[in-house]
T-cell receptor, first 116, second 112 residues
Framework: AQKITQTQPGMFVQEKEAVTLDCTYD???????LFWYKQPSSGEMIFLIY??????QNATEGRYSLNFQKARKSANLVISASQLGDSAMYFC?????????????FGRGTSLIVHP | EAGVTQSPTHLIKTRGQQATLRCSPI?????VYWYQQALGLGLQFLLW???????NRGNFPPRFSGRQFPNYSSELNVNALELEDSALYLC???????????FGQGTRLTVV
């Protein structure tokens, strides 16, 4: 069974609008971390934002915020005020610690295209 | 501070040959993870090294192997290359219990 599910293969958004990328996860470990990475066409994986399972508040990093709903096992990425440079693949990932294997596991990704 | 560096950036090999990919982690990081990303697909976990030992491997044949050196840099070897091994190979590093794994820019391997 997949541990990370990203149900949106592709998303389109108008420049300057906000967009939400969905991610659900599956774990029985009480301690885990959730991440989002951006992968532009160059291939590098760029770390965007982190949310720990015990964090009380949703994580924010500039224009990125993570909408963490623990009971629903959901960790959606919200990008506010989209820019043309945001066009890329976005991957949700999870790391189960300390009872897990520490190996980050990834979803299949969502392709985001920002239109001018 | 230098990030994760991978070499070479691009590699072209003939079917049946061997490929060696290298990864230098962020200074102080002891864990190195290798992933394969075939065209249009997500990241498939290959290998995890920590403190010089192989800790886990993904569902790949034994011709995918590697090692971690005393300075925590790592090497991925792919023997008897097949056409379907063509992919972007990504290396990431972290402290074993750290929150975030940081990635290198990847090595794009093409098998012809």
């Amino acid at each position: 069974a997949q541990k990370i599910t990203q149900t949106q293969p592709g998303m389109f958004v108008q420049e300057k609008e906000a967009v939400t990328l969905d991610c659900t996860y599956d774990t029985s470990d009480p301690s885990y971390g959730l991440f989002w990475y951006k992968q532009p066409s160059s291939g590098e994986m760029i770390f965007l934002i982190y949310q720990g399972s015990y964090d009380q508040q949703n994580a924010t990093e500039g224009r990125y915020s993570l909408n963490f709903q623990k009971a629903r096992k959901s960790a959606n990425l919200v990008i506010s005020a989209s820019q043309l440079g945001d066009s890329a693949m976005y991957f949700c990932a999870m790391r189960e610690t300390p009872g897990g294997s520490y190996i980050p596991t990834f979803g299949r990704g969502t392709s985001l295209i920002v239109h001018p | 501070e230098a990030g994760v560096t991978q070499s070479p950036t691009h590699l072209i090999k003939t079917r049946g040959q061997q490929a060696t990919l290298r990864c230098s982690p962020i200074s102080g990081h002891t864990s190195v993870y290798w992933y394969q990303q075939a065209l249009g697909l997500g990241l498939q976990f290959l290998l995890w090294y920590d403190e010089g030992e192989e800790r886990n491997r993904g569902n790949f044949p034994p011709r995918f192997s590697g090692r971690q050196f005393p300075n925590y840099s790592s090497e991925l070897n792919v023997n008897a290359l097949e056409l379907e091994d063509s992919a972007l190979y990504l290396c990431a590093s972290s402290l074993r219990t750290d929150r975030v794994a940081f990635f290198g820019q990847g090595t794009r391997l093409t098998v012809v």
